[in-house]
DNA sequence: ATTGTGGCCTGCCCGC
DNA sequence: TGCGGGCAGGCCACAA
């Protein structure tokens, strides 16, 4: 599952594929193509030009093009950037280590004879030329606490689906969410409107602390609470019982004993 | 607008 | 040993 910080070393990773001039572009999988992109489309917009930039709001990778269109790279739950045969991470939770050839769903040929490639197992992800930006909230890795406070006002929905919510916070998926309200000792289905101010500012705290610490460990997957995120699982710091509940559509694990 | 639900995709794991 | 069902979750369409 890549949330926001897999896609951040993916964006890092990316910096490889820049001021390469591109000799080709494949888009074998048509499904694959979001909006109206297609292969045509794709070929006349990247050959003979080069990537300029490496950028990244929430999940969403963007490669601008010298000529001002922005290619964007969504990699869904199992979606893994290689450069010149480089991974853009070690190992990616649900995501098989195999690297089967046909889930090459796309890449780019640079006329050094290197290659970018997206390889997707389950097809989640996408490519869209000019994805709409503006649709993403703010970027949950540099969330302010005025930010988060917006992102929440006003909102009777569950804490979690609110954080998790794109158009509001962009960034936060299922296993980084939880693992925040953990640490911060919030229960996932409180309102997310009702937090008084020190709760939120709370949040905050455990929020940008989670997200720094688990990219320097390595990624997602690397949380605290996640060897305890299975069935029959026990709260690592007080032993509780893990209550196992669907939240904003989402497996989710919390401790009924902390979690406030 | 907000919120909830279902479906997409398919590899993998478990139980029989 | 093979098979079938459930599960994983990011994202979108849709309904109320």
Redesign the pocket.
């Known amino acids: 599952?890549?949330?926001i910080l897999e896609i951040e070393y993916y964006r890092r990773l990316a910096h490889r594929s820049l001021d390469r001039p591109i000799a080709s572009v494949s888009a074998p999988d048509a499904?694959y193509l979001?909006g109206d992109t297609d292969a045509a489309r794709l070929t006349g917009e990247l050959v003979g030009d080069s990537f300029v930039a490496a950028r990244r709001i929430?999940?969403?990778l963007l490669l601008d093009l010298g000529g001002g269109v922005a290619l964007g790279l969504?990699?869904?739950?199992?979606g893994v950037l290689e450069i010149d045969d480089d991974e853009g991470v070690d190992q990616l939770r649900?995501a098989?280590?195999?690297r089967?050839p046909?889930?090459v769903r796309f890449s780019v040929r640079f006329g050094d004879g290197g290659e970018l490639r997206m390889r997707d197992?389950?097809?989640?992800?996408?490519v869209e030329l000019d994805?709409a930006e503006d649709?993403l909230g703010a970027d949950a890795l540099s969330l302010t606490g005025a930010q988060l406070r917006s992102a929440l006002a006003?909102?009777?929905?569950?804490l979690k689906?609110?954080l998790?919510?794109?158009?509001h916070i962009a960034g936060l998926?299922?296993?980084l969410t939880d693992e925040i309200l953990w640490r911060a000792r919030l229960d996932p289905a409180r309102?997310?409107?009702e937090l008084d101010a020190t709760t939120r500012r709370r949040l905050h705290r455990h929020l940008c602390t989670t997200l720094d610490q688990l990219l320097e460990r390595g990624g997602s997957h690397t949380g605290d609470l996640m060897v305890a995120r299975e069935r029959g699982g026990s709260c690592p710091r007080c032993g509780s019982a893990l209550l196992r509940r669907?939240i904003?559509?989402?497996?989710t694990y919390s401790c009924p004993a902390e979690q406030r």
Do not use: C, I, V
């Open positions: 599952m890549p949330e499904w979001k929430g999940k969403l969504r990699f869904g739950m199992t649900y098989s280590a195999r089967d046909e889930w197992a389950r097809r989640l992800g996408g994805p649709r006003g909102s009777r929905a569950p689906a609110r998790m919510d794109q158009h998926g299922n296993l309102p997310a409107g669907t904003g559509g989402r497996t």
